[in-house]
């Protein structure tokens, strides 16, 4: 064996690649069922029956199939697009929903990396999405896929702002930013969980901090960057085979990411909610992603139910609305922590 690669094997750095690879086997699986599911909610929710050949039982096959046939897709670029960047956005949009994962602890024995400002690393590399998004807008040389690159820019941007004060909240409860210590001061029964102290202040800032999650997932009833009535697909529009696979996979790792988040927070993360019964590392990564995965269920729900908000009550319900009600939240946690 050559001495770089003994190298390599006896240092760390093969257990970080190794440590790296670890939420992808998590992200793969459950966008192609989160894929599957949300074919099947919108179809029950519309008296139908959605997928039900591929695969037998219930088409649980049909996802599989799809992007089987995405991958084996010609890639089309527009010639009068900017071919660097068009190839970059879609990897750029994944890496940013892919590296916010590296600070979610997924049970008390396993955090990607436990770093103290966790939540601040958290929501900073994951407007890195938005970046990729306007990429794709501008690269693609399509009046649709730039407006619909603007819209998201404006946004996301709005958005952050009520979510990172609703965080706030609990943070000033933990005294940390450190993720895996949020969930370890919520051990115990679920009454111990976040969401139930300073009520209602913590209550009312979970549900803030939910609905921006919408608009930073561009999950309708704030999907305007990709609104197909209007736009064709938003920024996606001159994307096809493996790229628009990437946006898709971005868009549901996404969507697990801020429901973690949330699950992380307000609701005891990795914690049984009974106590020491069926706690511990393995039922520890059970109650996480199913907590998660419950939001996850909840944005599909509401995808299916709400209508799509115009751009200036976009704008309203976050600088109105739930903005200055996340302030009210942190002045509350504030005043009840003096008294």
């Known amino acids: 064996m050559e001495q770089p690669l003994k190298d390599l094997l006896s240092n760390d750095v093969l257990a970080y690649v190794i440590m790296a690879f670890i939420p992808l086997l998590w992200i793969v699986p459950y966008a192609l069922f989160a894929v599957w599911l949300e074919r099947k909610v919108s179809a029950h929710m519309q008296d139908r029956l959605g997928p039900m050949r591929v695969g037998g039982w219930h088409g649980w096959a049909q996802t599989i199939a799809d992007i089987l046939k995405l991958v084996q897709k010609e890639d089309i670029v527009p010639s009068a697009a900017d071919k660097k960047l068009h190839f970059l956005s879609p990897w750029v949009v994944f890496i940013g929903s892919y590296a916010a994962f590296a600070a979610i602890p997924f049970s008390s024995a ?63 409860i933990a005294g940390t930013l450190n993720l895996q210590e949020i969930n370890q001061q919520q051990t115990g029964w679920f009454w111990h969980w976040y969401i139930f102290k300073k009520f209602p202040f913590v209550f009312v800032a979970f549900i803030i901090y939910f609905v921006a999650s919408l608009a930073e997932t561009n999950r309708t009833p704030f999907d305007l960057p990709e609104a197909e009535s209007e736009l064709v697909a938003g ?37 049984s909610p009974f106590g020491d019964f069926l706690g511990g590392p393995i039922w520890g990564v059970f109650w996480f992603l199913s907590k998660g995965m419950f939001f996850v269920v909840v944005q599909m729900w509401l995808r299916w139910t709400l209508p799509r908000l115009r751009v200036d009550q976009l704008m309203y319900v976050s600088w109105k609305v739930l903005t200055p009600w996340a302030f009210v939240c942190i002045l509350g946690v504030g005043f009840w922590m003096m008294m």
């Open 110 to 172: 396993y955090v990607g990396s436990n770093i103290n400002l966790g939540l601040f690393y958290v929501i900073a590399v994951s407007t890195l999405v938005v970046v990729g998004i306007l990429m794709a807008g501008w690269s693609s040389n399509n009046k649709w896929s730039l407006f619909g690159a603007m819209r998201s820019a404006a946004q996301i941007v709005s958005y952050e702002i009520p979510t990172a004060l609703a965080l706030l909240a609990v943070v000033m």
């Open 235 to 271: 920024y996606h529009t001159e994307y096809s085979g493996m790229k628009f696979a990437l946006f898709f996979l971005a868009e549901y790792a996404n969507m697990f990411a801020v429901s973690a988040i949330g699950a992380t927070l307000f609701l005891g993360g990795w914690n």
